[in-house]
């Protein structure tokens, strides 16, 4: 263990999940499954999406990139988490720490981009269906992802910039299973004021203003449909955004109960467990939740097993 006088660190000590140690094999089985089936799943996501011309779709085609951040955000913590379980250590290298910062602020901010963009989909498929093929073009669904990368590369960026400036730290035990940005300035003896005003500056752009955008779209498709006379039209219309919603609630709640609603106790075994649901859980859901709520998904794999099992 470092000393806590000492300044800098060239590595930290994860303290993982808040389990027993006679849970710990139980545990990791458990999470090992999960994590498999995340990869498994989101690939068969982006199988089936290829495969069929029928899911050439813009909403397919932003759920294939969706599926792509869910298996690497969830590789960015699981992989270390489990190698530290299996192997009964915590130590990860002030390298890989500052990696696994700005490859989580990156792709969790994929996430939230894409959420978006989905989310406008459903509301012009809904809201102005005669002008769906116009305006959800193919360049459009292009350039709508090309933002989401630029603007969460620039702000995974800035946030491991600002971090690495930091050399003076109290400690190098951390209080969760992967190098969370905010445990991690919480042991730092330099000054984060920078950092903080930085975190909240961002954080409008990237977490409020996309969940804002996802709020106005479904308060706009809510109104559609309310002045939709046909009860089938409804049951249509909603049929097109369960699936959607689905993850929508499952990601923002998590991140709302984590970071609208901290610990006051930064070794408080809350904010872990949340951190597990949107980082683990969450991935590992959606695959199932855009399958087994989606006719054309469960079609396209009914069509690709088929054709599979005639051509034996």
């Keep these: 263990m470092m000393k806590t006088n000492q300044s800098s660190v060239s590595e930290f000590l ?53 599926a792509f951040t869910d298996i690497s955000f969830s590789s960015v913590t699981a992989p270390k988490m489990l190698t530290n379980m299996l192997t009964h250590t915590q130590s990860i290298s002030y390298a890989g720490c500052v990696s696994q910062i700005y490859f989580f602020l ?56 600002l971090f690495a400036r930091l050399s003076l730290f109290r400690d190098n035990t951390v209080h969760h299973f992967f190098c969370d940005l905010s445990a991690l ?29 996802i709020l106005v779209s479904y308060g706009r498709i809510g109104a559609t449909i309310l002045r939709t006379p046909s009860i089938r039209g409804i049951c249509k219309a909603l049929s097109t955004c369960s699936s959607h919603l689905c993850v929508v609630s499952l990601y923002y709640g998590a991140i709302i109960g984590l970071y609208f609603f901290p610990s006051s106790d930064n070794t408080n075994d809350k904010d872990v467990i949340v951190a597990v649901m949107y980082t683990v859980v969450t991935p590992m859901l959606n695959p199932f939740i855009y399958s087994l709520r989606n006719r054309e998904m469960k079609g396209a794999l009914g069509n690709i097993l088929s054709r599979r099992a005639c051509s034996q």
């Design 14 to 66: 994860l303290l993982g999940l808040p389990i027993q140690p006679e849970d710990q094999a139980m545990i990791s089985a458990l999470f090992l499954a999960m994590y498999l089936t995340t990869v498994l799943g989101n690939l068969l996501i982006i199988l089936l999406i290829r495969l069929d011309s029928h899911l050439h779709t813009p909403m397919y085609f932003f759920l294939s990139h969706l």
């Design 106 to 161: 990156l792709f969790g901010c994929i996430d939230n981009f894409l959420l978006t963009s989905m989310a406008y989909d459903r509301y012009v498929a809904i809201c102005h269906p005669l002008h769906y093929s116009t305006i959800m073009s193919q360049s459009l669904c292009v350039l709508l992802v090309m933002v989401s990368w630029v603007f969460s590369s620039t702000n995974g960026l800035v946030h491991t910039l």
């Design 185 to 213: 300035l919480k042991l730092s003896r330099s000054d984060t004021t920078i950092n903080e005003l930085v975190i909240l500056t961002l954080a409008v752009v990237v977490i409020t203003v996309p969940f804002v955008c």
